[in-house]
């Protein structure tokens, strides 16, 4: 069952904004007043269009980037105020999956020393355990001990990034961040990438953000699901109520868009009009205005903020 926000959570984005300065003195609000919160052992599923600040935040809650302004607090620390070696020992503690492997391994290494190198970052074992240790990781994530003496392009993208999977909790992390983390992969290996992230919380009770563009996964793995558009959090509502009790006009239109093999293919398709307009072209009030059937004055002039329609479900609409 859900917990609500601020009741013993392990990380939080409070207020969390991020603006970019861009050519002719223009601001990008990549994230704008963000507020979400991650609980052990459950996962917070985010979704939502491709530049719509999902990889902003995941990058500003494993500290690769620091907020413009707001907090992100692990057990009431904020992360977004230290540096150097205190904020060294606190990314122990959240670490993150990528998208690419590839891109996030050096092709040079071999798996095992890919896999054991946060250990020595933080002296936690001596090279002559670098093998020993890497076994042990590969066997946490399903592949055979031999893998440790491989190479990153020797293995398919499912094998990889079950190694990104392992060099990510070789520090026994409490919180995981996926960025994109099965996008790159087959249907077939997404679900097994699935299966093994699920059965990890389970083991570890480790709080995971679950970043990804398609909804129908996310509803698939995630305890609580924000859904953001153009750097804003629009609708925040429990996992299990995604394609029942959904109202944010966005969300309803991103659950329009799932294809099954189930659908009647007779009917017409109910997508959204139009592309996404750039973060860099704020308009005032609500930001999906442009797109919206059910578009009034109010949206063009005041921004809705998020607010609580039932139990542990929050809108941001003037509809609601």
Do not use: W
Request: net charge positive; hydrophobic share 40%.
């Amino acid at each position: 069952m859900y917990k609500p926000e601020h009741n013993n959570a392990v990380l939080e984005a409070r207020h969390v904004t991020k603006v970019f300065e861009v050519a002719g003195g223009r601001e990008l609000y990549a994230n704008n007043d963000i507020n979400l919160a991650l609980f052990k052992g459950q996962t917070l599923g985010i979704a939502g269009e491709s530049g719509c600040g999902k990889s902003t935040l995941a990058k500003i809650l494993v500290q690769l980037d620091k907020p413009t302004n707001g907090e992100i607090l692990f057990k009431g620390q904020n992360l977004a105020k230290l540096n150097g070696i205190r904020l060294h020992q606190y990314r122990r503690h959240i670490q993150m999956v990528f998208q690419d492997p590839i891109a996030a391994f050096n092709p040079k290494m071999k798996i095992k020393h890919i896999i054991c190198e946060p250990l020595l970052n933080y002296g936690i074992i001596r090279r002559g355990e670098i093998k020993r240790e890497a076994i042990r990781l590969l066997e946490m994530v399903e592949l055979p001990g031999e893998f440790a003496e491989r190479h990153p392009h020797g293995m398919s993208g499912g094998q990889r990034q079950r190694v990104g999977i392992a060099r990510a909790l070789a520090l026994g992390p409490e919180v995981l961040i996926c960025d994109e983390a099965t996008s790159a992969l087959d249907v077939s290996v997404q679900k097994n990438i699935i299966e093994l992230l699920i059965r990890l919380q389970k083991e570890k009770n480790i709080a995971i953000a679950f970043i990804c563009h398609d909804i129908s996964l996310v509803r698939s793995i995630s305890h609580q699901v924000a859904i953001m558009y153009l750097g804003n959090v629009v609708e925040l509502l429990p996992g299990k109520m995604l394609g029942s009790t959904m109202v944010h006009p966005y969300t309803q239109a991103l659950l329009d868009s799932i294809f099954s093999i189930d659908m009647d293919f007779s009917k017409k398709l109910d997508c959204i009009d139009s592309e996404a307009s750039s973060l860099l072209n704020a308009q005032n009030g609500c930001p999906f205005q442009g797109r919206c059937k059910h578009y009034m004055d109010i949206c063009k002039h005041e921004m809705p903020v998020l607010k609580e329609v039932s139990e542990n479900h929050k809108i941001a609409c003037h509809l609601y």
